[in-house]
């Protein structure tokens, strides 16, 4: 008789950061939970970029190729990468990017160095097909900085994947432009993979934003996305940035899943790549504003809150200095005060709460509003 051998997929872990957003993304007023900046709405695009209503009636809805087309990938390879289309696949999210790439490149018993705390889905699908997880640990008294020599010690021979979020969600932290060198020297000594999620790329508060490491290494896969730094998470689009043999593999897996983006998708995004720095520069000039009145608000709470300030992204990891349960805490204030905020326990860190700072001003006001009430009143 055939003996029945497990699917991984029925194994992986309950996604605790979407379930969370399931409960409370639509029930709350005021969100400072999410990652990313204020959202656009179509009109705006049609403001910001090249785009027009004409344009979009005229799209046919036929089957795009699975790579997405070529002029899009050009335009993303000129601005995040070589110049090299061969070398970019289109997304649906970043997310999609992940779940090929995992699935394209890992086998059980396989070795993978993984950032903790980390955006879940960066190692639970590695977990799930039975890879060994090696943790890169991220350290609360050291203000969650990266350390790059913890990262050297844990890559080893026996490393096929070192996967990394810089700017890192839910911490903000960063890497250094000599410690990305360092990293990817290390995992190029070993040969191999270097995951890049590139999500919060494109802001940073101090310096440029580091470069692509497909530029310097060719095992090397980054994602990119729309989600976080173009405020359009619900266009579902993202990218991926590997080798030409890389990139099969995961055509390959999308045979059998999505297939290929929609040509309506597609030009939409093709208008904002082109047109990327008028989305970018407000929500940069933004971010930078929100930042210093969440600055200024930590500093009036340090009895209650405790940070160290993101170094890019639009989020942060508060420490509650007397609450060890965020989640009763940010239950509370999703149900009374209708506020969303992300309990650190989606991070495994009980006494944190991920803060987003991204959206309108005066949300973010009147969010920290709420929240002061909630922590100086009820806990
Ligand atoms: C670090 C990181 N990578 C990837 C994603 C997935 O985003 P999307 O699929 O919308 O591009 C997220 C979403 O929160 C994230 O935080």
Known sequence: ?????????????????????????????????????????????????????????????????????????????????????????????????????????????????????????????????????????????????????????LITPHTRMVIVNFPHNPTGTSLSQQEQNELIEAVAEVGAYLVWDAAFADIVYDGIPLPNPNLYYDRSISMGTFSKCYGLPGLRFGWCLASKEVLERFVHLRDYMTLHLSPMIELIAQRVVEKADNLLSIRLQQAHTNLDILSKWVEEHQEFVKWSRPQGGVCTFLGLRSISDSEAFCHHLANVYKVLLVPGTCFNHPSHVRFGFGGATSDLKEGLSRLSKALVTDF
């Not at 890992?106 to 639970?124: H, I, K, M, R, T």
């Open 1 to 153: 008789m055939k003996t029945l051998t497990k699917n991984p997929i029925n194994e992986i872990a309950p996604a605790l950061l979407e379930s969370w957003m399931r409960d409370y993304y639509f029930s709350t007023e005021i969100d400072i939970g999410s990652s990313g900046v204020e959202n656009f709405s179509l009109t705006e695009l049609y403001q910001l970029t090249n785009l027009t209503q004409e344009e979009l009636k005229n799209v046919v809805f036929h089957d795009s190729s699975s790579l997405g087309s070529l002029q899009l990938r050009q335009a993303i390879a000129s601005r995040w990468s070589n110049g090299n289309p061969e070398q970019v696949m289109v997304t649906h999210g970043s997310s999609e990017a992940n779940f090929l790439i995992m699935n394209g490149l890992l086998n059980a018993g396989d070795e993978v160095v993984v950032l903790d705390p980390c955006y879940q889905q960066l190692f639970s699908i590695a977990e799930s097909i039975g890879c060994q997880l090696k943790r890169w640990q991220l350290r609360c008294q050291n203000n969650f900085a990266p350390d790059i020599e913890e990262a050297k010690k």
